[in-house]
């Protein structure tokens, strides 16, 4: 993988955490998620899994989701208090940058 595509991964991720992190005490849909970043560009679906695993994977559980068999889309997403931490730099993630 190139240094470009690394760093956009980076900032995807540290999109979605501020996404989530915007709507935190509301759980919502993957699928509102992808609207909610549209600001960022397209994001192509393949990418979106991607960032939501590393996420969500072991050793991050900085989010969680309750998916949805029929439709991933549809599943729905929240911020962890560990997620909640890096959204507020009480903590920090070599994988995760924040565009400010």
Do not use: C
């Not at 993957?30 to 050793?59: H, M, P, T």
């Not at 900085?62 to 909640?84: C, F």
């Amino acid at each position: 993988m190139d240094q470009v595509k690394v760093m956009e991964a980076k900032l995807l991720r540290g999109a979605v955490i501020s996404k989530l992190y915007m709507t935190y005490g509301t759980d919502i849909r993957i699928s509102a998620l992808k609207n909610l970043l549209r600001s960022k560009g397209f994001v192509q679906e393949e990418e979106l899994r991607k960032v939501i695993f590393y996420l969500g994977g072991d050793g991050k559980k900085y989010i969680h989701v309750e998916l949805d068999k029929d439709d991933w889309r549809d599943s729905m997403i929240w911020l962890t208090p560990a997620g909640v931490n890096l959204a507020e730099k009480d903590m920090e993630d070599i994988g995760v940058i924040f565009d400010e």
